[in-house]
């Protein structure tokens, strides 16, 4: 999350801290995801099972 | 309700763009769910007694409703705003959901139809739209990432929601009180899931841009207008009736395979020293939508740095040859046809993520979601055309005698055809005319900025 990434040029220094809320932001949406995903690997599998 | 207005929704300073992804995943992959609706079909069908086609026409309905609302609600989305539009979606999405909770435990079945169907439906549209143009003025400088994680989260609700709604079955048993338990869990989970999506989103403001970065910055390179083009005039123009044919196409080759997926790596490999079982074709399905999801997210990504036009020759060129590959060679080794049809799937989901990312470069930012809305009638009619294509050949075939590859012959011609069309289709497309484009207003630093027509700034 380079510095780029926050909304303001001018008011850079001032700029809330983010990280916090980044992480959960992301691990809200990313657990569900991996779950899913673990799921679907363990279904693949089985085209390969003889 | 003000909160939820646009002028609210402007991001202040300090916020990360890197936080708009994660809002606009919260309501993919909750809307997303309406692909692992099949789930719910055998328990449906055993409880209220109805058959696979009655089981089936709450989805149906729900994937109609999808086109109109994304077409018809567009302008609105683009006007009130994605925290609106989330809002709004959150609420039928879930009430749907709720109030087909209602309609099995009264064991009325029309009610199921009407809440997931026609309520639900409409969550699933203005869902689908809602980030799309949001995101696109947050990552300027990488549209199709940011579109490509957005609609891989579409892809990716299938894969959460199948083995939830599979476990919660089993857990409440498959009885109108345990179907209308699931039905409401999943009402109330997916509004909590689907609340940070509403709470977390913002518009930037109109002159924000990534550091470093400036509207001209991809013009010699890529396809990219710095002018405004509205909704209403957009399909006026040849070049969204264009994407329109590549769209179709491209989800048609796609869902012909995705629909008819474990039956057909059945049939192909029937005849052979190598045959396929029932229960390793669940696996093929499962690889499927892997490569669907994941193509979402890599060729769109791609697509920022190859630029939107030739990502599209490569969907259409090689997903034809592909098929050609599977015609000639596709029943001489199960790992090649998986191997093809990933890579066929692939595009599929490539070409969904990358449409709002051309869309921008043809038409700008201005009402870019709504033009996608519009364009999504695209995808409704290829949800019907393909697996009417693939089915239909395949029935008649079984009908005159036949069996295995041959079963698909025909069908896989006519996806070769279908994609070359769409390959034409892609190669016609130019830089909308200037008569198209919106005055340049405040609200328009695109077009503020741009100081050329469309025509003498762009370059295919």
């Known amino acids: ?50 | 309700m003000e909160l939820l207005e646009r002028s609210r929704t402007i991001a202040k300073p300090g916020w990360s763009r890197w936080l708009v992804p994660p809002a606009a995943l919260a309501i993919h992959l909750s809307i997303g769910q309406a692909y692992a609706w099949s789930v719910f079909k055998p328990p449906l069908e055993k409880t209220l007694h109805i058959s696979g086609t009655g089981s089936a026409l709450p989805f149906q309905l729900a994937i109609v409703m999808l086109g109109l609302s994304a077409a018809f609600g567009g302008t609105l989305v683009e006007r009130k705003g994605p925290r609106w539009a989330m809002f709004v979606s959150l609420v039928a999405f879930c009430s749907g959901l709720l109030i087909s909770s209602l309609g099995v435990a009264l064991s009325q079945y029309w009610i199921v139809v009407l809440g997931y169907g026609f309520v639900g439906g409409i969550g699933l549209g203005i869902g689908y739209i809602s980030p799309v143009s949001t995101l696109i003025k947050w990552f300027p400088d990488r549209p199709g990432m940011a579109t490509g994680i957005a609609i891989m989260g579409f892809g990716g609700g299938a894969l959460i929601a199948s083995p939830w709604s599979s476990q919660m079955l089993t857990s409440f048993g498959v009885t109108t009180s345990g179907i209308s338990k699931a039905f409401l869990i999943h009402g109330i989970a997916y509004a909590v899931f689907m609340a940070l999506g509403v709470a977390l989103i913002r518009v930037p403001r109109p002159d924000w841009r990534p550091a470093g970065w400036t509207p001209d910055a991809n013009a010699p390179k890529k396809l990219v207008t710095t002018a405004n083009v509205s909704a209403r005039n957009a399909v006026k123009t040849p070049q969204f009736w264009l994407l329109w044919i590549v769209l179709c196409f491209n989800v048609t080759a796609g869902i012909g395979i995705l629909e008819k997926a474990a039956p057909m790596i059945v049939d192909f490999f029937k005849n052979t020293s190598t045959p396929v079982a029932t229960t390793a074709a669940v696996g093929f399905t499962a690889l499927l939508s892997l490569a669907n999801m994941l193509g979402r997210f890599v060729w769109s990504s791609l697509s920022d740095r190859v630029g939107r036009k030739n990502i599209y020759r490569f969907y259409l060129g090689a997903g034809a040859l592909l098929y050609l590959l599977l015609l000639t060679a596709g029943n001489s080794s199960t790992q090649l046809f998986v191997i093809a049809a990933m890579a066929i799937l692939s595009f599929y989901g490539g070409g969904f993520a990358t449409i709002p990312a051309y869309l921008r470069d043809l038409f700008g930012t201005f009402q870019v979601g709504a033009i996608h809305g519009r364009l999504l009638t695209a995808w409704s009619v290829a949800g019907v055309l393909g697996p009417l294509i693939v089915n239909a050949i395949a029935d008649a075939g079984k009908s005159a005698g036949h069996t295995g590859s041959s079963l698909y012959t025909t069908s896989f011609y006519i996806m070769i055809a279908l994609l070359v069309i769409g390959f034409v289709a892609n190669e016609l497309i130019r830089p909308v005319s200037a008569k198209f484009h919106e005055p340049a207003t405040d609200e328009q630093p695109a077009a503020e900025n741009g100081s050329e027509s469309a025509e003498s700034t762009v370059k295919n």
Not at chain 1, 3 to 20: I, K, S
């Open chain 1, 1 to 50: 999350m380079a510095e780029d990434e926050t909304t303001t040029a001018p008011a850079e220094g001032a700029a809330p801290n983010r990280v916090a809320l980044l992480v959960v932001a992301w691990l809200w949406v990313t657990l569900p995801f991996l779950y899913g995903l673990y799921k679907l690997i363990m279904n693949a599998q089985k085209l390969f099972q003889h």
